[in-house]
Nanobody, 119 residues
Framework: QVQLVESGGGLVQAGGSLRLSCAAS????????MGWYRQAPGKQRELVAV???????NYANSVKGRFTISRDNAKNTVYLQMNSLKPEDTAVYYC?????????????WGQGTQVTVSS
């Protein structure tokens, strides 16, 4: 069983910044990637950013240049620095951990943290 504990969400004005953290614990054996997804009311969950075990990153076009994902491998923790926030960034942000024990991949999710950006 994997536990993902997220923190750092909240209410911020447009143009402001927030930093999300997600710490993984429990049955950690071989992390492929850690990432952040978000889901706004009435919309599907979407990828925000992901970081691989080799440090490679991938971002949604809507957040490129504003958000930065990073990870501390020693702490099994992933961060999302969000700058220049916009009202359309308002959503519940979910942490995701992907592990692999070939040939099987395992995906774990956090409980979500609310980010609200006021105009």
């Amino acid at each position: 069983q994997v536990q993902l504990v997220e923190s750092g969400g909240g209410l911020v004005q447009a143009g402001g910044s927030l930093r999300l953290s997600c710490a993984a614990s429990g049955s950690i054996f071989s992390i492929n990637a850690m990432g952040w997804y978000r889901q706004a009311p009435g919309k599907q969950r979407e990828l925000v950013a992901v970081i691989g075990s080799d440090g490679s990153t991938n971002y949604a076009n809507s957040v490129k240049g504003r958000f930065t994902i990073s990870r501390d491998n020693a702490k099994n923790t992933v961060y999302l620095q969000m700058n220049s926030l916009k009202p359309e960034d308002t959503a519940v942000y979910y942490c995701n951990l992907e592990q692999q024990k070939p040939p099987t991949k395992y995906s774990s999710w956090g409980q979500g943290t609310q980010v609200t950006v006021s105009s």
